[in-house]
């Protein structure tokens, strides 16, 4: 299968600081890519869709200035989770699909914890 | 998005038991994707499914895509303790571009 890889695993931040987390395609190129957040013990819920070129689409309650997309090229989205707090600790997954197909390939996913 | 219903929400079985686990829709799907995620880590696909009534292996998992294009079931045969984990069934509906997740079905087995 495809392979998409996410950086860092974990990160530990300060509160007010910002962090970036990196989302790759390896081997195929993604003009789209996914970004979820799952709390424990709960499926992923979907936050925004990056878009190659694009501005991001964001879901119903995310808000895009805290939570930065930017979708630099076909093979790489970067997240950025700007002025953190406490509450924003999460595990982040991203997504992304071959081009043509429907299959979703996951990141190894990032642990984000605010302190 | 739209919540799938998955179940059962979790199983505790033996291992060299077989597992069937469902998800159910409300619309119709155009994909059925299974996911298994190990804890700390991204989910990682099984098996894809693209047409009603499709029948799809892969080793010892088996999964369908129900005829009625609103449901699929996933079984796992002769499980082993390396199973464990979290299974996510998940898939596109018509009216949408992003995956619609059901809420998993958490698997445990015994040696």
């Known amino acids: 299968g495809a392979v998409v890889s996410q950086h860092p695993s974990r990160v530990i931040c300060k509160s007010g600081t910002s962090v970036k987390i990196e989302c790759r395609s390896l081997?195929?190129?993604?003009?789209?890519m996914f970004w979820y957040r799952q709390f424990p013990k709960q499926s992923l819920m979907l936050m925004a869709t990056?878009?190659?070129?694009?501005?991001?689409?964001?879901e119903q309650g995310v808000e895009k200035d805290k939570f930065l997309i930017n979708h630099a090229s076909l093979t790489l989205s970067t997240l950025t989770v700007t002025s953190a707090h406490p509450e924003d600790s999460s595990f982040y997954i991203c997504?992304?699909?071959?081009?043509?197909?429907?299959?979703?390939?996951f990141g190894q996913g990032t642990r984000l914890t605010v302190v | 998005g739209q919540q799938l219903n998955q179940s059962p929400q979790s199983m505790f079985i033996q291992e060299g038991e077989d597992v069937s686990m469902n998800c159910t829709s409300s619309?119709?799907?155009?994909?059925w994707l299974w996911y298994k995620q190990d804890p700390g880590e991204g989910p990682v696909l099984l098996i894809a499914l693209y047409k009603a009534g499709e029948l799809t292996s892969n080793g010892r998992l088996t999964a369908q895509f129900g005829i009625t294009r609103k449901d699929s079931f996933l079984n796992i045969s002769a499980s082993i303790p390396s199973d464990v984990g979290i299974y996510f069934c998940?898939?596109?509906?018509?009216?949408?571009?992003?995956?619609?997740f059901g809420k998993g079905t958490s698997l445990l087995v015994t040696p």
């Open positions: 990056s878009n190659e070129g694009s501005k991001a689409t964001y």
């Open positions: 081997d195929f190129q993604a003009t789209t």
């Open positions: 619309s119709i799907f155009n994909t």
């Open positions: 997504s992304a699909n071959p081009m043509g197909t429907d299959e979703a390939f």
């Open positions: 998940a898939g596109y509906s018509n009216s949408g571009y992003a995956l619609n």
